[in-house]
């Protein structure tokens, strides 16, 4: 294996802040590995060159602006013009723990993976809703499942809040595609297609500070409930029961309250059981009691918006016969 050179792609758009924030952690970072820090402004009206400038004397940067065409096709531009011969892709939200290139340097410079993703975590600096929503998007008793696990994983589906792709799996699957969100499990089924392995780098983790309320993180969920049945289409061997289960969940639960009102209280009992064990995991974790009360709210949330996403795409596609791309224009750049 020749040695690694990393470039870290990160697409931003309208957020000077955020990248202030992240750059502050790259200064922070361990170890004497070459890397440069590859910024691709996406078409935004408020532009991050004068903070991308600004440390120009203590990082390698290299700055673009394009047109807005979206965050996978602005990721593929940033690896279309990065010097490196292994691409790390970061979203601008995200902050780096100190020792994050030198866990990620020392996995595969023991175990070489064409690309691998790492899980998020919240920061201590977070505000409770981002602390409640980070639970209830890597906890494995929610939809966060395999996101938030602590073993090496063979054939992980990476995230590009965190993912690793070495430029021949770049050059080989033409990188990311046109819909979003979902451009990722995307790439991650291409590439397993084409015999490129996937793992998870569980040490490799970073801090994610989701720009979030309520109704955007409905919003999100959403789209990733109407996203899955369309990549089920293009990958039908990725189909799993398990991306019925927060539909499930959901109708679970309405069912369950509306049988309480008829006197039968076993179903209401188990959901009551299953979000007391959330709630003392949500508070161990956070041990916050704020956190713990909002994490069980992000759950509700999250269940039914990505049910009621997953349903509806489901019915369009396959009970309608509809193409994705006109069933669901905005969930694709063009």
Same mark, same amino acid.
């Given at each position: 294996?020749?040695?690694?050179?990393?470039? @870290?792609?990160?697409?931003?758009?309208?957020?000077?802040?955020?990248?202030?924030?992240?750059?502050?952690?790259?200064?922070?970072?361990?170890?004497?590995?070459?890397?440069?820090?590859?910024?691709?402004?996406?078409?935004?009206?408020?532009?991050?060159?004068?903070?991308?400038?600004?440390?120009?004397?203590?990082?390698?940067?290299?700055?673009?602006?394009?047109?807005?065409?979206?965050?996978?096709?602005?990721?593929?531009?940033?690896?279309?013009?990065?010097?490196?011969?292994?691409?790390?892709?970061?979203?601008?939200?995200?902050?780096?723990?100190?020792?994050?290139?030198?866990?990620?340097?020392?996995?595969?410079?023991?175990?070489?993976?064409?690309?691998?993703?790492?899980?998020?975590?919240?920061?201590?600096?977070?505000?409770?809703?981002?602390?409640?929503?980070?639970?209830?998007?890597?906890?494995?008793?929610?939809?966060?499942?395999?996101?938030?696990?602590?073993?090496?994983?063979?054939?992980?589906?990476?995230?590009?809040? !965190?993912?690793?792709?070495?430029?021949?799996?770049f050059l080989e699957t033409g990188g990311f595609g046109k819909i979003h969100?979902?451009?990722?499990?995307?790439?991650?089924?291409?590439?397993?297609?084409?015999?490129?392995?996937?793992?998870?780098?569980?040490?490799?983790?970073?801090?994610?500070?989701?720009?979030?309320?309520?109704?955007?993180?409905?919003?999100?969920?959403?789209?990733?409930?109407?996203?899955?049945?369309?990549? !089920?289409?293009?990958?039908?061997?990725?189909?799993?029961?398990?991306?019925?289960?927060?539909?499930? @969940?959901?109708?679970?639960?309405?069912?369950?309250?509306?049988?309480?009102?008829?006197?039968?209280?076993?179903?209401?009992?188990?959901?009551? @059981?299953?979000?007391?064990?959330?709630?003392?995991?949500?508070?161990?974790?956070?041990? !916050?009691?704020?956190?713990?009360?909002?994490?069980?709210?992000?759950?509700?949330?999250?269940?039914?918006?990505?049910?009621?996403?997953?349903?509806?795409?489901?019915?369009?596609?396959?009970?309608?016969?509809?193409?994705?791309?006109?069933?669901?224009?905005?969930?694709?750049?063009?």
């Open positions: 294996m020749d040695e690694i050179y990393y470039s @870290f792609i990160i697409p931003v758009y309208n957020r000077p802040d955020e990248i202030k924030e992240l750059l502050d952690s790259f200064k922070n970072l361990e170890g004497n590995l070459n890397y440069e820090v590859v910024i691709v402004e996406d078409g935004s009206s408020i532009k991050a060159d004068e903070v991308a400038n600004s440390y120009n004397e203590d990082l390698n940067i290299a700055y673009f602006y394009k047109e807005n065409s979206g965050p996978g096709d602005s990721r593929n531009y940033g690896m279309r013009h990065a010097k490196g011969n292994y691409f790390i892709i970061l979203d601008s939200d995200v902050i780096l723990p100190s020792n994050y290139l030198m866990e990620v340097n020392n996995f595969l410079s023991k175990a070489y993976y064409d690309c691998f993703g790492g899980p998020d975590a919240a920061h201590h600096s977070f505000s409770n809703l981002q602390k409640a929503i980070n639970f209830a998007m890597t906890s494995f008793i929610t939809t966060g499942g395999i996101r938030g696990g602590k073993q090496q994983i063979e054939d992980f589906q990476p995230r590009s809040f !965190n993912m690793g792709l070495s430029k021949k799996a969100p979902g451009e990722d499990p995307d790439l991650s089924l291409r590439l397993l297609k084409l015999g490129f392995k996937t793992t998870l780098i569980d040490k490799a983790f970073v801090f994610h500070k989701r720009r979030i309320s309520w109704s955007k993180f409905y919003k999100q969920v959403n789209k990733f409930g109407m996203v899955r049945p369309i990549l !089920n289409q293009w990958h039908p061997a990725s189909k799993s029961i398990t991306y019925w289960l927060p539909t499930l @969940f959901a109708f679970g639960l309405v069912m369950a309250c509306a049988l309480s009102l008829l006197g039968i209280m076993l179903p209401i009992y188990l959901y009551a @059981f299953y979000f007391s064990i959330a709630f003392i995991l949500a508070l161990f974790s956070s041990k !916050n009691l704020v956190v713990a009360v909002l994490a069980l709210v992000a759950i509700l949330v999250q269940f039914f918006g990505y049910g009621y996403g997953f349903i509806r795409s489901t019915f369009n596609l396959v009970v309608l016969k509809k193409q994705p791309e006109k069933a669901f224009p905005h969930l694709f750049f063009r």
